[in-house]
């Protein structure tokens, strides 16, 4: 059964930065695309970055673009993302979703591609 499983998150302060890794188990494809939303109460689940592999072709949301960096570990085969200069508007539930096939790069961004979703991690960024 394929799971995905996010670790990382928690507390800290406007300006710090934080990582999370993302990885999927439970499957043998080399084919795969690993993506990271958020949602904050009261709002929509919003896109983040995407990650596609082979090839390693990345896609980053516009908003958080030159803040938010995802990368592969090899080593650990994960997808981590990196959060840079947060603020108290990233505070949110960040998700990793993954769909085992190579998502064409202008869908990367939609949710409907993902059929794999991890638990969540909640961020909070205090003032």
């Known amino acids: 059964q394929v799971q995905v499983q996010e670790s990382g998150g928690g507390l800290v302060q406007a300006g710090d930065s934080l990582s999370f890794s993302c990885k999927a188990s439970g499957h043998t494809s080399r084919v795969y695309t690993l993506a990271w939303f958020r949602q904050s109460p009261g709002k929509e689940r919003e896109f983040l970055a995407a990650f596609r592999w082979p090839g390693g072709h990345v896609v980053t949301e516009d908003s958080v673009k030159g803040r938010f960096i995802i990368s592969r570990d090899a080593a650990k085969n994960t997808v981590d993302l990196q959060m840079n200069r947060l603020t108290a508007e990233d505070t949110a539930i960040y998700y990793c979703?993954?769909?085992?096939?190579?998502?064409?790069?202008?869908?990367?961004?939609?949710?409907?591609?993902?059929?794999?979703w991890g638990q969540g991690t909640q961020v909070t960024v205090s003032s």
């Open positions: 979703a993954g769909a085992l096939k190579s998502v064409i790069v202008s869908a990367m961004s939609l949710a409907s591609q993902y059929g794999y």
